[in-house]
């Protein structure tokens, strides 16, 4: 979704609940470990799948709200992949159990929230997990709402806290999902964010010189804060590029560039230039205005790291982070 979009969908749906809504509770370390619906090992019972669960009216507070984020809760941290991954949100009336026919829950309004491929989630055990949608929903205060995720080729690393709330499923090693699905309570734990600060990471770094370059985020995007773009495991006194976009799409494989295995996941908007410590580790510090017109906007970034012997171009790259900017 386009900026002008975002803030165009925020003016229409003011005023709007900020808040982050937890399903069925708060803690992200409690719950049986599932596999579904993101996938075990390769070739696993799960590798594909399609499921649906409801967040509750009551769950959500029962007030509008415009939903910018979904987050999990994995029971080991690691990397999930998807060769396709999903996730569509409707409204469903309210108190009313899901259909075993996948279609009936949905109407024509449905929207998706995410579509990508061959897409890496990083993940961090036993917390909240932003899984990062690249649209928003308009969530309506009256009804329920309906989780719909459908993944291709899922892997992830042991399972996510599940709860006992209905869930439709469709599991299988291959093939395409029936029209139907099987009901059981068994539906995994999740955060409904809604304009709320998020971060995520996504995708995977090439190696360097100095070992696997690594991207992550310090502070918390908000208005009037700073948050660092921060680099480790660059080259010792070198230098590095945080490179910023605002759309992502599938890894863009950069061997034509001669940087085998490293990868470009967003757009180009723009480049800054980061200094790097002995020990490979910098931060370009970016301040955020205090513009409420900025609530809603997500952007990406990305590293690109200084190491003349390590290929032809002398470049490595990082996995990227997804920012959304919120309260």
Same mark, same amino acid.
């Given at each position: 979704?386009?900026?002008? !979009?975002?803030?165009?969908?925020?003016?229409?749906?003011? *005023?709007?609940?900020?808040?982050?809504?937890?399903? *069925?509770?708060?803690?992200?370390?409690?719950?049986?470990?599932?596999?579904?619906?993101?996938?075990?090992?390769?070739?696993?019972?799960?590798? @594909?799948?399609?499921?649906?669960?409801?967040?509750?009216?009551?769950?959500?507070?029962?007030?509008?709200?415009?939903? +910018?984020?979904?987050?999990?809760?994995?029971?080991?941290?690691?990397?999930?992949?998807?060769?396709?991954?999903?996730?569509?949100?409707?409204?469903?009336?309210?108190? /009313? %159990?899901?259909? +075993?026919?996948?279609?009936? $829950?949905?109407?024509? $309004?449905?929207?998706?929230?995410?579509? /990508?491929?061959?897409?890496?989630?990083? +993940? +961090?055990?036993?917390?909240?997990?932003?899984?990062?949608?690249?649209?928003?929903?308009?969530?309506?205060? !009256?009804?329920?709402?309906?989780?719909?995720?459908?993944?291709?080729?899922?892997?992830?690393?042991?399972?996510?806290?599940?709860?006992?709330?209905?869930?439709?499923?469709?599991?299988?090693?291959?093939g395409s999902p029936p029209a139907t699905g099987t009901s059981s309570n068994g539906g995994i734990k999740f955060e409904?964010?809604?304009?709320? /600060?998020?971060?995520?990471?996504?995708?995977?770094?090439?190696?360097?010189?100095?070992?696997?370059?690594?991207?992550?985020?310090?502070?918390? *995007? @908000?208005?009037?804060?700073?948050?660092?773009?921060?680099?480790? $495991?660059?080259?010792?006194?070198?230098?590095?590029?945080?490179?910023?976009?605002?759309?992502? &799409?599938?890894?863009?494989?950069?061997?034509?560039?001669?940087? *085998?295995?490293?990868?470009?996941?967003?757009?180009?908007?723009?480049?800054?230039?980061?200094?790097?410590?002995?020990?490979?580790?910098?931060?370009? %510090?970016?301040?955020?205005?205090?513009?409420?017109?900025?609530? &809603?906007?997500?952007?990406?970034?990305?590293?690109?790291?200084?190491?003349?012997?390590?290929? /032809?171009?002398?470049?490595?790259?990082?996995?990227? $982070?997804?920012?959304?900017?919120?309260?």
């Open positions: 979704m386009h900026p002008a !979009t975002t803030l165009l969908a925020l003016v229409l749906a003011a *005023p709007l609940a900020a808040q982050n809504w937890y399903v *069925p509770d708060t803690n992200a370390a409690v719950g049986i470990c599932n596999s579904i619906p993101f996938g075990d090992v390769i070739g696993s019972g799960g590798y @594909q799948s399609k499921y649906q669960v409801k967040a509750t009216r009551t769950d959500l507070g029962g007030l509008p709200g415009l939903i +910018t984020g979904l987050g999990f809760t994995p029971c080991i941290g690691g990397k999930s992949h998807f060769g396709q991954i999903q996730i569509v949100l409707d409204h469903h009336p309210a108190g /009313a %159990p899901l259909s +075993t026919t996948f279609d009936a $829950n949905l109407t024509p $309004n449905a929207v998706t929230v995410l579509s /990508a491929t061959d897409y890496t989630w990083n +993940t +961090t055990a036993n917390t909240w997990n932003e899984i990062g949608l690249q649209n928003f929903f308009s969530y309506n205060g !009256t009804d329920d709402v309906v989780i719909q995720i459908r993944c291709v080729n899922g892997t992830s690393p042991a399972g996510f806290h599940r709860d006992v709330r209905q869930r439709i499923v469709w599991v299988a090693v291959s409904v964010g809604m304009l709320m /600060a998020r971060v995520s990471s996504h995708g995977n770094s090439c190696l360097g010189s100095n070992g696997m370059p690594a991207h992550s985020t310090s502070g918390t *995007p @908000q208005l009037t804060q700073t948050i660092g773009w921060d680099v480790t $495991n660059g080259v010792p006194n070198g230098f590095a590029l945080v490179i910023v976009g605002f759309f992502f &799409g599938p890894p863009f494989e950069l061997s034509a560039f001669g940087m *085998p295995n490293c990868f470009q996941y967003q757009n180009v908007v723009s480049i800054l230039l980061g200094i790097l410590n002995g020990t490979g580790a910098g931060s370009v %510090p970016c301040s955020i205005p205090n513009d409420a017109g900025l609530l &809603g906007v997500k952007f990406y970034s990305q590293y690109a790291c200084f190491d003349i012997p390590v290929n /032809a171009a002398g470049l490595t790259t990082t996995n990227y $982070n997804r920012v959304l900017i919120g309260n």
